[in-house]
């Protein structure tokens, strides 16, 4: 069974930063890609960002590219979110989840996920 236990979320004024950590239980978080995903009210859950098993390919959504940096720590069982330049429709519950798919290949669709943290907090005050 692998847990995964988000921290590093709260309340930011327009223009700020956070970071976002993600702590994985197993032997196997290095064998995994890992993504970052997140939920507004009353919105679908969405692909924020995602990282090969071994850190050496990212990809983002385009609404925070430029602005978001997702990194991995295997020898930590760590992931995490690097958010700069926060805007008010940042705003949402941020999800970190691990691809159920063992492979080398990026995903970004919900389903291809199968372990997903509790979530963390996000708001951006304008």
């Known amino acids: 069974q692998v847990q995964l236990v988000e921290s590093g979320g709260g309340l930011v004024q327009a223009g700020g930063s956070l970071r976002l950590s993600c702590a994985a239980s197993?032997?196997?978080?290095?064998?995994?890609?890992m993504g970052w995903f997140r939920q507004a009210p009353g919105k679908e859950r969405e692909f924020v960002a995602a990282?090969?098993?071994?850190?050496?390919?990212?990809s983002s959504a385009d609404s925070v590219k430029g602005r978001f940096t997702i990194s991995r720590d295997n020898a930590k069982n760590m992931v995490y979110l690097q958010m700069n330049s926060l805007k008010p429709e940042d705003t949402a519950v941020y999800y970190c989840?691990?691809?159920?798919?063992?492979?080398?290949?990026?995903?970004?669709?919900?389903?291809?996920?199968?372990?997903w943290g509790q979530g963390t907090q996000v708001t951006v005050s304008s």
């Open positions: 990282i090969t098993r071994s850190g050496g390919s990212t």
């Open positions: 989840a691990r691809q159920a798919e063992s492979s080398g290949i990026i995903r970004t669709t919900v389903q291809e996920y199968d372990y």
């Open positions: 197993g032997r196997t978080f290095s064998m995994y890609g």
